[in-house]
């Protein structure tokens, strides 16, 4: 017969009051975890990046693998554990650093400029952030035109649309025709229909009839339109003065 250890005694041994005194205080141990705050998610700010100097040590000779490894990191900041960041609620100064270390790591990459005038750049709550980001896109654009004309269009095009600015939209258009001999027609094109559309017709026109003298634009369908556009200019300009008499 196994005899039961003396440390394993049954509950009925055990003194009443050390059995209340432990209800007791399991009961107020509940009472004070039921009465304390819910835990808050709280979200962490943006950092400024490492110097580029520094990150490109870091890298062991493969700037490329650091640069997609910031965008990326910068992309996933607004989702945090158990909080999501409005796009608003980013300190902009501190994204343009990310995305401008990125590029220094990797001039060759489009990825930071489509990150800024596709993603940044669409709060629609905070006209000033689209426009950081536009800058910023605009800024490098001029150091490899023919490379970035895609994004700064695009913001010419956003400027015009969602932030009401022709004269933005222009300077940016302006630009692309200007520094960026690689970009496509219909980029090239642009600050010709922002002219238009600004009520500037006669400059739109000057400005079509060189592009269609200068035999830059081959293909026929192309040329029609254009000398379509044209003379719609210039019937335009004619009817404009008439108007003005008929005030």
Known sequence: MLLRPESERRIAAVPRWVFVLFVVAL???????????????????????????????????????MAQFLTLY????????GVSIPFRSLDYARVIAW?????TLDPASQYPLMMASQLYGQVSD??????????FVHREFLAQPDAR?????????????RLQDAALALRYADDIARHAGGASNWARQMRIFILEDMGETERAAVLLGGLLAG?????????????????????????APLSKNRQ
């Open 149 to 161: 004309w895609r994004w700064l269009a695009h913001c010419a095009i956003m400027a015009k649309h």
């Open 99 to 103: 995305l401008n270390t990125a590029l």
């Open 215 to 239: 035999k830059e634009i081959t293909d026929a369908s192309e040329i029609h339109f254009l000398t379509e556009r044209l003379e719609k200019l210039k019937g335009a300009e004619k009817s």
């Open 27 to 65: 009961a107020a141990y509940a009472a004070l975890r039921g009465a304390e705050p819910k835990p808050v998610a709280v979200a962490s700010a943006l950092e400024a990046p490492l110097p580029a100097a520094a990150l490109r040590a870091l890298s062991l000779g493969e700037p490329q693998a």
């Open 74 to 81: 910068l992309q996933a900041f607004d989702n945090q554990p």
């Open 126 to 135: 905070a006209p000033d952030k689209p426009r950081m980001m536009c800058d």
